[in-house]
């Protein structure tokens, strides 16, 4: 195994067993947590790295980024490509919303009517279903994106009138300086509001390198976990 293989794999098992251990203290069966792995600003070697791991789900945040890495890892190893499950994670601009639903399988950061509107017809365009979850804005601090909490349920019913998108649920970010344990524990409020009316948008997407455990005590089915088994972002990268 080459070294940065080896380092993948090392702090890939640490993530699992802190999945696991959290898991256990709260009674929850670690099947039930999928490992979405972050893997922007890395390339497309390490996706590479990781399949050959076992790892079926990444994440990106950029659609220039991801597009380029997913088109050169199907021209490298389309086995490791296809195997892969893509989350879009990032703030996402209506106009590039068209590229994203051609190769997401989920899009995690759907806020607003407009970009609904677009992937809708991105995914149409592209034969394509696209699974997307509600970022759901847990402070009020612009420019990070996400809903306010009372626009979920109009967002809900906008995607589930969609032939081409799925409403998988909800994800969050723990707002900066908040303690985690709260804003997961407020995201899995909006989530079984949403689920009284929508009963298959289970997923709860949150939870990072940081947070992920008070996102397991708080019923995330989700974590997306990039430096943690990355490491540090790269500077020429
Ligand atoms: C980068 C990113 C992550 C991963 O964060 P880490 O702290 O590196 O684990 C998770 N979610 C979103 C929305 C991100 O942009």
């Known amino acids: 195994m080459t070294e940065r293989r080896q380092e993948l794999s090392e702090r890939l098992e640490a993530v699992h067993a802190r999945i696991e251990r959290a ?23 390490d996706l590479a ?58 899009v995690h950061s759907v806020d607003r009517p407009r970009l609904v509107e677009a992937l809708d017809r991105g995914a149409q365009r592209a034969g394509r279903q696209v699974e997307v979850l509600i970022q759901v804005s847990l402070d009020d601090a612009e420019g990070r994106g996400g809903a306010a909490v009372a626009e979920v349920p109009r967002l809900a019913e906008q995607i589930a009138g969609r032939s081409a998108l799925r409403l998988g649920g909800v994800m969050a970010v723990a707002p900066l300086g908040a303690d985690p344990d709260a804003a997961f524990a407020r995201l899995a409020e909006v989530s079984q509001a949403l689920r009284r009316e929508h009963q298959d948008a289970w ?17 995330a089915t989700h974590l997306r976990v990039g430096g943690a088994i990355l490491g540090s972002r790269l500077r020429n990268g």
């Open 49 to 106: 790295r990781l399949v050959a791991l076992g790892v079926k789900d990444i994440g990106e945040n950029k659609d220039q980024e991801a597009a380029a890495k997913l088109a050169a890892l199907a021209g490298a190893d389309s086995a490791a490509r296809a195997a892969l499950r893509v989350h879009f994670i990032g703030q996402l601009q209506t106009n590039k919303a068209g590229s994203v639903a051609g190769y997401a399988d989920v």
């Open 203 to 219: 997923m709860v997407s949150a939870g990072m390198s940081a947070d992920l455990e008070a996102a397991v005590r708080h019923g």
């Open 23 to 45: 898991c256990a203290e709260v009674g929850r069966d670690p099947d039930a947590v999928t490992l979405v792995v972050v893997t922007k600003h890395f390339p497309m070697e």
